[in-house]
């Protein structure tokens, strides 16, 4: 153990790490955010079998409090959150995906604020039709990644808001609720895709859920120049555009779909049903940390547009990660088609696992890489 490692909340001191993790590890696996959450509700006394955690990050939340139930939307959260609770001989904190709803009746809500204000709306509207009149919303972010509109959205879905005082960085509001009633629902994002002839849609939670990425533009305009694959690999697909338009080109008789984002898999999934409606058998989709564990066979070819976050921070490890997972996963002599920012210098990393390295593309801001295996 190290004291790089020992989170010290008013609920004990806990030794928490990220997830995934690595040797020499420079972030730490909470923030100032999580901290101003539990002395607020250690400041309330409320009982964890009372309080429902939304996206604690790392566990940071739900180690301490050992809350009822902890919503989210991310794999790698659930991941963080089960590794730190054996490691801390903590219980069980059972975990609802952010495609279903969390029990009604909580007493006390903790929330650390997500990054798409979409999102944070869909959370509030849920969370205002579960929770009774007179219960207490806890919220937090860092000041860095917090919008404006944050009070105000508090505001119009559950009730009277107070914007605590800032500190280390970081923003506490609290709101109660009330019997107002909440903004009619978002509507779903969507957009139409010229390669797949059809609608894309997404849920709130998924990357450019509104328009085709630049990056994910240039990858696609390569998929004339790759052979054929019998199982292709959308990794971090997010609606699915990249393993869909692939499907639809003839390029793969069967792919499956990898995201950490429970909603991203939803929205691949209902893209999926939607525009290939007679072909569900060759599709599969993984809820998890990348291939990691999915159960499928190795995929000939992966096209991959990788994150490039851990979280709300912005890291190039993200994505050099998923390069490693994908030599490991892929058939010998096996493919990965990826496209990455300039800016991210990816090439000595792709050269390190696969043979054979090939620039296809670039523009003003991509680079697309064909990798191949031995
Ligand atoms: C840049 S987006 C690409 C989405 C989609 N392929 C597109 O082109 O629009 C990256 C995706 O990676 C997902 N992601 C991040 N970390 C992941 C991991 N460890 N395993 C699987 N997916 C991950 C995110 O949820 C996000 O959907």
């Not at 009604?104 to 903790?110: D, E, K, P």
């Not at 998929?223 to 699915?240: I, M, R, V, W, Y």
């Not at 209902?270 to 569900?280: E, Q, T, W």
Request: with cysteine.
């Amino acid at each position: 153990m190290t004291s790089g490692n020992l989170c010290q909340t008013p609920f004990g001191i806990f030794q928490l790490t990220r997830y995934p993790a690595r040797r020499e590890e420079p972030l730490q696996a909470w923030c100032a955010a999580d901290l101003l959450l539990l002395e607020e509700v250690h400041r309330l006394e409320t009982p964890g079998t009372d309080i429902l955690v939304v996206n604690d990050e790392h566990g940071a939340l739900c180690v301490a409090l050992q809350p009822r139930e902890l919503w989210t939307d991310s794999a790698l959260a659930a991941l963080a959150l089960q590794g730190n609770l054996t490691s801390n001989s903590r219980g069980q904190v059972p975990v609802t995906w952010s495609t279903a709803e969390p029990a009604a009746g909580a007493a006390l809500v903790a929330l650390r604020i997500p990054k798409q204000l979409p999102y944070f709306q869909y959370q509030l509207a849920v969370l205002a039709r579960l929770t009774a009149p007179g219960t207490t919303v806890l919220a937090a972010g860092m000041d860095k990644h917090l919008s404006p509109r944050v009070a105000a959205l508090l505001e119009e879905y559950i009730g009277p808001t107070e914007r605590h005082r800032g500190q280390r960085k970081a923003r506490l509001f609290s709101s109660r609720r009330d019997d107002r009633q909440g903004p009619a629902p978002v509507p779903a994002a969507r957009y139409y895709s010229d390669t797949l002839q059809g609608e894309l849609q997404a849920l709130p939670n998924v990357f450019s859920q509104d328009r085709l990425d630049g990056g994910s533009r240039l990858l696609l305009e390569q998929l004339p120049a790759l052979a054929h694959a019998s199982l292709l690999a959308d990794l971090a697909c997010g609606n699915g555009v990249l393993g869909l338009s692939a499907f639809r080109r003839g390029l793969a008789s069967k792919v499956l779909f990898a995201d950490e984002s429970a909603m991203a898999i939803a929205s691949a999934q209902a893209n999926a049903a939607r525009l290939f409606p007679g072909d569900s058998s060759q599709f599969i989709f993984h809820h998890g940390d990348g291939l990691e564990h999915c159960g499928a066979p190795a995929a000939e070819l992966i096209l991959c547009n990788p994150p490039f976050h851990l979280h709300h921070v912005v890291d190039e490890y993200a994505g050099r990660r998923l390069l490693e997972q994908c030599a490991r996963r892929l058939q010998p002599a096996g493919r990965l088609c990826i496209v990455a920012n300039q800016h991210l210098d990816y090439l000595p990393t792709l050269r390190r696992y696969f043979s054979r390295v090939e620039r296809l593309a670039r523009d003003r801001r991509f680079v697309v890489w064909l990798a191949q295996l031995d």
